[in-house]
């Protein structure tokens, strides 16, 4: 993370803070934060040249949307979840979008059609840039697209937590390459939509999820056997 969100002249606190917020969450989604790396608090202000106060404010909004993790009298540390913890996620989103899906089915109009296609479009050229945190934000936007003209605000509102979770979880343990799949997807998704293919669509909107779920799990199972290997190698810890 770079120490360029320092407040100069001219700069509001707002400012300041949501400068600190890109960064921090800039590096999560590209994965250079690993599990359960503890952010501590002294030298990201110094980082930042910030003072405690306002960091502890951005540190508070990433802890209540999921990703990072707050402990009383510890501090602020990234997530380190579980494979249950994953699939949980996972399920609670399958749930959600199954009928998000149903909904959509069919109903998608001219304006619906060119938004969804837009954003494709977008997250192909983020992946072409190699901007890989754009392309994972832009990834899980999509999924809250759909919601919003489903259901609406308060749809996304349930929908977003679990959304920004699994981000979390992908930039933590699925390698970087393995979202340039994720537009084709999502163009499938749409295409079944619009022709009105409620099976279809529910399997591609399915599949999509369950694939990306399985690469998690696995890549997290990984690096949990070789922490634990770390661990028991040395007989003197």
């Given amino acids: 993370m770079a120490a360029n969100a320092g407040r100069v002249a ?4 707002d400012d300041v803070q949501a400068q ?3 960064s921090i969450n800039s590096a999560l989604l590209q994965g250079k934060l690993v599990p359960g790396q503890q952010l501590v608090e002294r030298e990201l202000a110094a980082a930042f040249g910030c003072t405690r106060g306002a960091l502890r404010k ?4 990433l802890g209540f949307e999921g990703k990072l993790e707050l402990e009383p009298n510890r501090g602020a540390f ?8 994953i699939r949980a996620t996972y399920r609670a989103r399958q749930v959600m979008e199954a009928g ?3 909904s959509l089915c069919g109903a998608l109009d001219s304006g619906m059609r060119r ?3 837009a954003h494709v479009r977008s997250e192909k050229k983020a992946l072409r840039e190699g901007r890989v945190d754009e392309a994972v934000r832009l990834a899980g936007q999509f999924h ?10 308060a749809l996304v509102a349930a929908l977003a937590p679990l959304v920004a979770r699994t981000e979390l979880y992908k930039a933590l343990f699925d390698p970087s390459k393995a979202t340039s799949c994720a537009p084709d997807e999502h163009a499938q998704i749409i295409a ?13 909107a399915r599949e999509h999820l369950a694939e990306i779920e399985e690469r998690v799990v696995r890549q997290a199972r990984k690096r949990q056997g070789r922490d634990l290997k770390a661990v028991f190698a040395d007989p003197a810890t």
């Fill in 115 to 117: 938004q969804l296609a």
């Fill in 100 to 102: 998000v899906v149903v």
């Fill in 10 to 13: 001219g700069e509001s606190a």
């Fill in 58 to 61: 951005v540190l508070a909004r």
């Fill in 78 to 85: 990234v997530p380190s979840p579980s494979e249950e913890d």
């Fill in 144 to 153: 809250l697209i759909l919601t919003e003209l489903a259901g609406g605000a």
């Fill in 192 to 204: 079944a939509l619009d022709a009105g293919e409620q099976v279809a669509a529910l399997a591609t």
């Fill in 20 to 22: 600190i917020y890109a």
